[in-house]
């Protein structure tokens, strides 16, 4: 046993199952998993045993139970559990493109993979995963407080900052990002707090408060070190003001002290958890190039993206940003450069906008600050132009709801595209309108695209209106405006790019059968088994029509059919299209067929090839084109 172990967990689990006989028939199966499979197995889904045990035990349960289209389970090579287990589930079947049932502290990261999870039975590590998401629920609900707080600052009248409030924060991004478990939103939490402290600075506080604070804004760079900037800005600009109004030194000493020992504390972990004070961050975690100017901005006015499209009251911030450095300049400028501080190093990490997550999470945080200038926006509104208030409330209201409908009822996929993504393909939640908007997601092309620079030059405007007290001044920029406006009405009616085909080789698709030739996938029925002899790529498409084309060769004549085709949406189970593969008699053949997307929501298309097993097949290639 003692050599197992050495050899690692893979060959001491192959050990102990050869060596073991266990009576699978005894085993206390839970009878609400049972039922669970036989329902979804009745919709038609393809079930799979993907457990950390070892293959032949996984075997003779699945032989048992009869319930499992295939088995995925450790060997005496590869231990089958945590992000292996995730890594082999989404070369399957795509990110997001399967449900997951399990119990255990090792299920968390296939978990994060899936698009259901279901939790059976579980043990502690599972269940603080939940209290970490009903966490971080609560820092949302404190969000919303901490904004409150900040439109006593602005306003008295509690019905408009209740309204404000509500238009703010009752949204994308802050109501499907409260549950996910990354520490942008907290991160924005606490520096929206500190920005409160900064502008209440002179107000008497107990040391047991200031300690408090002092505390929580020295907490963020343990959140992660890119913080670091923001926690400096905010301990030196409250420490400075405190000392001006107040002159209190010693109270500014105390918060110093708290913030310096915290920071001593945070260097000495990281050099002795990762040999640098930095942390876990590799030499090139920041990056300055094209992309990362590009993601900047997309993060503000991308149409997926952007916190402007996400929530498009938001321009209201922009608009009022003046006004709010003209009446409260020094708060302004600390929150000016609190807001740079989170925006831009998340613009210049190389995991763009967050990488295989929601669209929009590296914007969470510096999204929280700016719900400050969006309320004192909309609170000055709502004292001078009260019509007009209306007005941006319903609209508001309603862009909120059809947003709230795409995502949480017709079930519109929020996930990041990718840099790879067709640009028809693109948009997630303005589909009807997605011509009209910009679109910075590949810096191939993204200079390039007029609408781009059209969206650039309205956002930048708006900006400008804001700070001009000139009113000739002010109606040359309204002019600029409404050019740009036109500009963007007419570029919407020009036909989009057209994409270019997909291509994918065969040897980059998951396969059950045949082995790698090159970049070729190969079958032959002396030494193979008939199954799958490649699928995928679990391609999230939108509504439209597309044509498929497979490029393959196969020993069987040519009037002879020798294998099949299908195209599915592997998230509902529904066939598009399958289309018979005759026969080649070993020559090279294209076949060419289309099939058709109607239903838009999330989906992840999958292309099967069944080979039966009979003559010698190779698959080269899958490319996919809209039509």
Known sequence: MMGW???GKAALKEGLALATDIDVSVLPYDLSVIELIKTERSTGRTVILATASHFSLAERVAEHLQLFDQVLASDGQTNL??????????????EQGFDYAGNSRDDIAVWGSARHAFVVNPDRGVEGRARAQGFLIFCGALVVFVVWKVTGLFSTELRDRFISTLLACVSLPLIPAANQVYPDMLGGLLSALGLYWFYTAQQRRSWC???LLASTIAFLPWLQIKLAATCVILVLGVSARIYRETGEYKRVLGILVIAGISCVLLASYNYYAFGKISGPYIGNALEISKTSFMVFLGLIFDQNQGFLFQNPVNLIGVLTLGEMFRRHRQFTLVWGLVFCSLIVPNAMHPAWYGGA????R???SAQVVFYIPVVYGLLRLSATKKRLFGVVVALSLLVQGYLFYKYAIDGADYYNRGQAAWVTQYSAFYVPVRSWLPMLYNSDWAYGYLLNYAWFAIVSLV??????TEKRAGNVIKGALGVALVIVFCAGFNKMPHPSSVVYLANDLPSFAGAISGTDRVANPTVDKAGLLVYGPYRPLGQGKFRLSVRYSSLAPENKQADLIEVSDAMSGVQLQKAELAGTHGSTRDLDFQFEVINPAPNK???RIHWKGESAMTVQSISLREI
């Open 5 to 7: 172990l050495i050899k």
């Open 81 to 94: 559990s945590s992000h292996r287990k995730r890594d082999l589930l989404v070369k399957h079947y795509g």
């Open 209 to 211: 408060t200031d300690l």
């Open 357 to 360: 997550s929601f669209s929009g």
């Open 362 to 364: 590296f914007g969470w």
């Open 463 to 468: 900006l400008l209106l804001g700070l001009t």
């Open 605 to 607: 298309i999958e292309f």
